[in-house]
């Protein structure tokens, strides 16, 4: 499901659409909806054109690792999702950045979080000069 876009974006993405359309190549999905291209021609002695379309809000942080390494020209071709090379089994799955966002962390005490905080313990002495 695709995240609600603002008016702008939505223009923009019309434009940037239809330029890919025109000189992009369709390479891969991630399975966060992101579409990934690249340039169907290519000019001698410059880097391949690579670039993504966001599902939703443009955030680079939405780029998952595998792609990321892909944009960046730090790969040849995206590693396939579940590649053992780049998932280790330790490794959290990737979310894209929270901030500003209601699943944000929110410290105990923060007012968006209750505003309650913890009672202070008593063993707290300030410092004073003599």
């Known amino acids: 499901m695709s995240e609600k876009i603002s008016l702008i974006t939505w ?30 021609s ?7 054109r690579r670039w993504v379309l966001y599902n939703g809000e443009p955030d680079a942080s939405k780029v998952p690792p595998e792609w990321h390494a892909w944009l960046h020209h730090t790969t040849k071709e995206p590693l396939p999702e579940g590649n053992s090379q780049f998932h280790k089994p330790w490794q959290k799955e990737h979310i894209p950045n929270q901030s500003g966002s209601l699943q944000a962390y929110r410290p105990p005490g923060h007012q968006y979080a209750g505003g309650q ?5 008593g063993d707290y002495e300030p410092w004073t000069p003599s």
């Open 11 to 40: 223009m923009a993405n019309i434009h940037i659409r239809f330029v890919t359309w025109r000189r992009g190549t369709k390479v891969g999905t991630d399975r966060f909806g992101n579409v990934y291209y690249r340039a169907k």
């Open 42 to 48: 290519a000019h001698p002695g410059v880097k391949e």
């Open 117 to 121: 905080r913890v009672a202070a313990t």
